[in-house]
């Protein structure tokens, strides 16, 4: 028995309710089992019971053993003394509170407590993998569709802790964001850097000067401190010296990696590309926001780097000739991890239902991810048809699977309910 099964078999009262005795011998009688409570203080607020023939309202504290209560000092903090039920797993002691106690170890059915503890013992992708085929669809469609909500959410908050640094600037946020995501999981911590280094001011005076964009990106990047030879890496070289002395641009000292990368993906690419994308437009978060249709939103992410790169991957290393497009993967991952999680934030905070109306309807819009937590939950049986479901599958994985969150989960919820006596 866990603390967190207590509160989730006491908020949901999966245990025999028909007649109730203290430990004392007086009848118990549940009206309602309080709000459950996330905060300091008691498990649960607001509760409301009926002793032999007096209605109590306040607050319920559980406990696996009676003497918890003293362990943890509750009699010693005020935010208790509302407590009108103390219940427990195990009546182990007899403490003389001014309540009465009620022990739950009898009242629970056994066969709820063996699923739980195989849930909790499972080393499968999913711990209830053996329970789904008798778990209702729409169950797991609905919490599915919470889930893609919740991720949504939750990227706001990141969203908002970046907008805090910056007073408020939705633009210069997009711009940072943005270039985090060109920067793939190996070096998106060093490309948002990179792009925190240099204010969207200082990019948009460069409009359509592509050389000083990709100097200041590169630059900053640190792939500008070699000695080259050939001459475009020079002119780079140079035109940022320049720039950097101009706007007094601190150095960003982290390092940037190309081992274990397909070439595509090279940060030098990575940062042409993006160097072209705002020297075609500077103002991008606004370019989304006034975009209705995300086709129209995808055709500005269609760009390819600058004649250079067709016959280079690096600097001062000739290759065959290869347009270097942003591709449809790679818009795809922009729009599920930047632009539809700002645009979502955007009316969130701003109260603004039509955008976050409008972040749903693109998300559903796109491809699905195809990765390793997709293809193991389409082989158990779930749909992955667009990117709403691949976000809330990979969701549901992070966060509630792997950290066998049963408890938390709508799929656990039922699952552990269903036929318990």
């Known amino acids: 028995m866990t603390e967190r099964l207590l509160q989730f078999i006491w908020q949901f009262q999966y245990f025999k309710t028909g007649e109730l005795f203290t430990t004392n011998g007086q009848v118990v009688h549940i009206v309602f089992a309080g709000n459950y409570n996330t905060n300091q203080g008691p498990d649960f607020l ?4 009926r002793i032999e023939n007096t209605v109590w309202v306040g607050s319920i504290e559980l406990h696996i053993n009676s003497e918890d209560w003293k362990l943890h000092h509750h009699s010693d903090d005020k935010n208790y003394n509302n407590v009108i039920l103390h219940v427990v797993w195990n009546h182990s002691a007899v403490l003389e509170l001014p309540f009465p106690t009620l022990e739950l170890k009898h009242l629970v059915s056994k066969i709820l407590l063996k699923k739980y503890e195989g849930l909790m013992e499972q080393r499968l992708f999913i711990p ?19 889930l893609l909500i919740e991720r949504l959410q939750q990227k706001a908050i990141y969203i908002k802790s970046l907008l805090e640094k910056n007073n408020h600037q939705w633009e210069e946020v997009f711009w940072w964001m943005l270039a985090k995501n060109f920067g793939s999981p190996v070096n998106s911590g060093n490309f948002e850097k990179m792009a925190m280094s240099i204010p969207l001011k200082i990019i948009s005076r460069h409009k359509g000067q592509l050389l000083q964009l990709e100097a200041l990106l590169m630059g900053q990047a640190g792939l500008l401190q070699h000695k080259f030879e050939e001459k475009y890496p ?48 500077n103002q991008l978060f606004d370019s989304m926001k006034e975009t209705s ?12 780097a600058n004649d250079y790169w067709h016959y280079h991957y690096v600097f001062d290393e000739i290759s065959p000739f290869k347009e270097k497009t942003l591709g449809k993967e790679m818009i795809r991952n922009l729009f599920i991890n930047t632009v539809i999680p700002i645009i979502y934030a955007f009316g ?25 937590i997709t293809k193991g939950f389409t082989f158990l049986g779930f749909k992955n048809s667009t990117a709403f479901d691949s976000q809330a599958l990979i969701q549901l994985k992070n966060e509630y699977c792997d950290q066998k969150k049963c408890l938390h989960c709508a799929i656990g919820n039922s699952i552990l309910k269903k036929d318990n006596w």
């Open 234 to 281: 020079v002119m780079l070289q140079k035109e940022f010296h320049f720039l950097k002395s101009k706007y007094q641009l601190s150095a960003v000292q982290h390092p940037i990696y190309f081992l274990r990368m397909r070439p595509a993906n090279f940060p030098t690419i990575r940062l042409a590309q993006l160097a072209m994308l705002y020297c075609n437009n």
């Open 348 to 372: 969130y905070y701003t109260n603004k239902e039509i955008f976050k109306s409008k972040a749903l309807l693109w998300i559903e819009q796109l491809t699905p991810e195809k990765n390793n």
């Open 293 to 304: 249709s995300i086709k129209e939103a995808e055709k500005l992410f269609n760009l390819t």
């Open 128 to 146: 209830c993998e053996s329970f789904l085929q008798n778990t209702d669809q729409l169950i797991i469609t609905k919490w599915t569709e919470r």
């Open 46 to 49: 607001n509760a409301k019971i």
